[in-house]
């Protein structure tokens, strides 16, 4: 019957008025009822959330280097974020604003495109997050092993990892706030060293050296590095219900964040390739650490290694946030059962959502990074090119929605922006290897397949859902005049 209802919300929605698409939002729920007043996040933490979504600093990067040399290395952080992490941001800022609720880009697909594209844009950008966040203990696990050399292989590097990720889950676990906060420390304390190392540079810098190219050029390892340390803008936007006043907060939020990955990641690039003379091959992950034994000295060398562990608690804890409240957002919308909205009774936080999370991280943490970088970036490039073609058809769909922040550009322009964002996503799955295409196709197979069999439970009755079409037979029945400002029905 609740699916029955909620068929006949979406068909009824249509004949609402065009003004009430200002407002309305889907009810956040704590899986029973309301939840209560809790402090909202702020922009300073909400800023360091950002940054560790995208970057976490230069950490893994290296490999730019590797695969093209400093020149194409260079140019790749510089003209990159242009065509792609600013439409990215740009996008991310008006739709977040314009519709600040938990799950973010399945919101605005389900809002555009309806609930299937909604359910399906979850699947591919929660599997995407949830490959990337398993490469952070990983990469913790890389790093420690320079120092402790027996934990890198084998059962040790199974306890590490493993240990690694319950402790950070349990972290998450607390608080988005405390999250957020502790994440303004790890920035200091991960990014302090390559400052430190710029300034014990500056004296031995080769300025040459930056026009050098790779004879051997890894396009593949170039393109996958360079999206993998500038993407998922987008992810914050998941917990925007939790953000205080989101309107004006996540503009403002994205553009610092924006200044502040540029020059994590363009600063040692500079020194470390102008005062290094060492073969490219010596890029590999991790490399930075070294550069700066090279550079200042030992001291140096072990301050950037725990600044690469820190780092990598500071994204693993974004990243897990973003998943988390997704998984809460998409239950708000009936696309997963009313188990997935459950928040902690302490903490306030969606506690099905982070051990769900977890769990899939952990599982894939244990496959090469090359593997887990490969595997993200296609999953994310299918769940963006659904989210730029949500973004146009809302602006074609719904002129009147109200955008406290709006991308100040007509139509051509518009669709320009997103042309560019969108051929190089295309590019980048094409270098992906077969066995990435068997296993993106297996996981949307997935995704088609949840999704089915969610409403089959819904027809069904066999799970409990916090169906959006319930509420709308509830305010019929009782003749609620079309002024709710906290709900929208699940396909307007």
Request: net charge neutral; hydrophobic share 50%.
């Amino acid at each position: 019957m609740a699916h029955e209802i909620q068929l006949h919300a979406s068909r009824t929605s249509a004949a609402m008025a065009e003004p009430l698409h200002e407002s309305i939002l889907p009810i956040q729920s704590n899986g029973e009822k309301p939840h209560k007043e809790k402090s909202k996040l702020a922009l300073l933490p909400l800023v360091f959330l950002i940054y560790f979504e995208v970057s976490g600093g230069p950490y893994g990067s290296e490999q730019t280097v590797q695969a093209g040399g400093p020149l194409l290395a260079i140019l790749g952080f510089v003209l990159f974020p242009f065509v792609w992490s600013i439409p990215e941001a740009l996008i991310t800022a008006e739709l977040a604003t314009a519709l600040p609720g938990n799950g973010g880009f399945v919101l605005w697909t389900d809002r555009a495109f309806g609930p299937f594209p909604g359910s399906l844009m979850g699947s591919w950008k929660f599997l995407s997050g949830a490959i990337n966040s398993a490469a952070y203990p990983a990469l913790c696990a890389d790093y420690i092993a320079r120092a402790i050399p027996s934990i890198s292989s084998g059962a040790p590097r199974v306890v590490t990892v493993t240990a690694t990720t319950i402790l950070l889950s349990f972290l998450n676990y607390t608080g988005l706030s405390v999250v957020g906060y502790t994440a303004m420390v790890l920035c200091a304390a991960s990014l302090s060293p390559f400052f430190l190392m710029a300034a014990a540079g500056l004296p031995k810098l080769h300025p040459r050296r930056w026009g050098a190219i790779a004879s051997d050029r890894d396009w593949r390892l170039f393109f996958n590095t360079l999206f993998w340390n500038l993407n998922f803008w987008d992810n914050a936007s998941t917990l925007a219900g939790e953000v205080d006043r989101p309107q004006r907060t996540f503009p403002r939020a994205l553009l610092a964040a924006g200044l502040l990955t540029s020059a994590a990641y363009l600063v040692p690039l500079l020194i470390g390739t102008a005062v290094l003379d060492v073969p490219y091959s010596s890029w590999d992950s991790g490399f930075y650490a070294d550069a700066a034994g090279m550079i200042a000295g030992h001291w140096l060398k072990y301050w950037i290694e725990v600044g690469a562990v820190l780092s990598a608690i500071g994204l693993y804890e974004a990243q897990l946030s973003s998943a988390a409240f997704q998984l809460l957002g998409m239950a708000d919308l009936g696309f997963l059962p009313k188990l997935f909205a459950l928040r902690s009774k302490w903490f306030d936080t969606p506690w099905v959502g982070i051990v769900t999370s977890s769990l899939i991280s952990l599982g894939i943490s244990f496959l090469t990074l090359d593997d887990i970088i490969s595997s993200a970036n296609f999953l994310y490039s299918l769940g963006m090119l659904l989210e730029i073609a949500s973004f146009l058809q809302l602006r074609r769909k719904e002129p009147r929605l109200k955008r406290p922040f709006r991308v100040p550009l007509r139509k051509p322009w518009l669709i320009f922006m997103c042309a560019l964002p969108s051929a190089f996503l295309i590019y980048v799955m094409t270098l992906a290897s077969w066995r990435v295409f068997a296993v993106s196709g297996g996981l949307t197979v997935f995704g088609c397949g949840l999704y089915f069999s969610m409403e089959l439970c819904k027809k069904k009755g066999c799970l409990m859902f916090g169906t959006l079409g319930e509420k709308v037979g509830e305010m019929e029945e009782e003749e609620v005049k079309p002024s709710f400002p906290n709900f929208r029905p699940a396909s307007l």
